[in-house]
């Protein structure tokens, strides 16, 4: 079982799960359940026990966490609504001479793609471990990208297939459209990073 939930004493809000960790390619990767209320009606009345979501939060993949409102508040949400929520707090990418933007290189080492892919998969599969009927998966910015990502992963892969999917926000393109001239003057500090694709970035 993935993290322990607290009981249902604390009524009309949804339980928030403690802190938890699974084991993924390249070491723990931090979870937090939460559990919708005991007396919570199921989304439309429907009589079956809906799927647990897995919910990865956004910050242009270098920044946030479990306690981001984007992570916390929207799994409140989605718990109270009547649906299990486990967050995800992956590895978040380095780029130099940005500290304040995510860890930093001297902390965690340089983290580039496909570590926070990586994260992901290893979070929805051990969830689908656990919950046999399937799983949700869903992100908002940063993180309906790493879950896109994660969902051809888990589909190339053979996975059990997922029974939702939802992406807020997220930036999907085959190939990234080159920026103009005028644009790419107008980018200041960390925007030169990610906003400029790499074969468009100013010198």
């Known amino acids: 079982m993935i993290g322990r939930t607290r ?19 390249h070491g723990p990767v931090p979870v937090r359940r939460y ?8 989304v439309g009345s ?15 993949f270098v920044k946030g966490g479990l306690d981001l409102p984007e992570t916390h508040e929207v799994a409140l949400a989605l718990a109270a609504a009547g649906f ?5 707090d992956y590895r978040l990418t380095s780029i130099p001479g940005l500290s304040r933007f995510g860890r930093t290189a001297a ?5 580039h793609f496909p570590v926070p892919v990586d994260d992901v998969v290893a979070v929805v599969r ?6 046999g009927d399937g799983v949700i998966l869903g992100g908002a910015s940063a993180g309906a990208c ?6 051809l992963r888990l589909a190339h892969g053979g996975a059990e297939p997922l029974r939702g999917v939802f992406f807020a926000y997220g930036l999907f393109h085959a190939s990234l459209p080159e920026r103009s001239r005028e644009l790419r003057s107008r980018l200041r500090g960390r925007r ?7 074969c468009c970035s100013t010198r």
């Open 126 to 131: 051990a969830v689908q471990g656990e919950f």
């Open 146 to 151: 790493l879950s896109a990502g994660a969902v």
């Open 46 to 60: 429907v009589s079956l026990e809906p799927a647990p979501i897995v919910w990865v939060h956004g910050g242009a």
């Open 84 to 88: 299990t929520v486990i967050t995800v």
């Open 107 to 111: 902390s965690t080492g340089r983290i």
């Open 7 to 25: 009981g249902a004493s604390e009524a009309e809000n949804a339980d928030v799960g403690v802190d938890a960790v699974i084991q993924g390619p």
């Open 192 to 198: 030169r990073f990610t906003h400029t694709p790499p």
């Open 35 to 42: 559990a919708p209320p005991v007396s919570t009606a199921l």
